[in-house]
């Protein structure tokens, strides 16, 4: 269960979000966040390492790179 977040929480779940979408090179040039910071992130808000191990796959990340993602 995802907690109440805060507006600038809020801003960082929709760029986390975007993230795990992005290949490495795409989220490298935003600059922002990687794929680790966004798995974290994420899981600090509620989410589960299964929800997010769904998310990478049908984003199209391979099992190597989820399985470092998630580390």
């Not at 490495?24 to 600059?31: D, H, L, P, Q, R």
């Not at 798995?39 to 998310?55: E, I, K, M, P």
Request: hydrophobic letters at 35%; proline letters at 1%; aromatic letters at 6%.
């Amino acid at each position: 269960m995802q907690r109440s977040l805060t507006v600038p929480e809020q801003h960082q779940h929709k760029i986390a979000l975007s993230t795990l979408k992005m290949s490495g090179v795409g989220a490298s040039i935003m600059g922002s966040m990687d794929h680790r910071q966004a798995v974290q992130f994420l899981r600090g808000v509620g989410y589960h390492d299964d929800d997010l191990t769904s998310r990478l796959r049908i984003y199209g990340h391979d099992t190597e790179a989820i399985l470092k993602f998630m580390s």
